[in-house]
Nanobody, 125 residues
Framework: QVQLVDAGGGFVQTGGSLKLSCSAS????????TAWFRQASGKEREFVAA????????WYSNSVKGRCSISRDKGYSEVYLQIDNLIPEDSAVYYC??????????????????WGQGTQVTVSS
């Protein structure tokens, strides 16, 4: 059974940094894409970043481009999201997800089969 466990959220001040992690187990993910989404209170879940497990292709939303880096470990079991220069608008629950989207649907929640439980990020002004 595939399981994703998100961790690393917390409370930070504007301008700070966080590194979120997603631990994947119960499957072989080399042909999959892992993504991070976030959902602020009262808003829809939105795409943040994605990375193919193999091949290295990465995608970022315009809201985090230049401040964010998605990476994985060599064992294909951990994916990380580093966010720098955090702003209050980054406050949300962050979720990792795994799926096999085509390039045009990388940012769509419907393209992902498995989801983590989420980790809260709160940025104070």
């Amino acid at each position: 059974q595939v399981q994703l466990v998100d961790a690393g959220g917390g409370f930070v001040q504007t301008g700070g940094s966080l590194k979120l992690s997603c631990s994947a187990s119960g499957g072989t993910f080399t042909s999959y894409t892992t993504a991070w989404f976030r959902q602020a209170s009262g808003k829809e879940r939105e795409f943040v970043a994605a990375k193919r497990w193999s091949g290295g292709n990465t995608w970022y939303s315009n809201s985090v481009k230049g401040r964010c880096s998605i990476s994985r470990d060599k064992g294909y079991s951990e994916v990380y999201l580093q966010i720098d220069n955090l702003i209050p608008e980054d406050s949300a629950v962050y979720y990792c997800a795994v799926g096999r989207p085509i390039q045009s649907s990388v940012a769509s929640t419907e393209a992902y089969y498995y989801w983590g439980q989420g980790t809260q990020v709160t940025v104070s002004s």
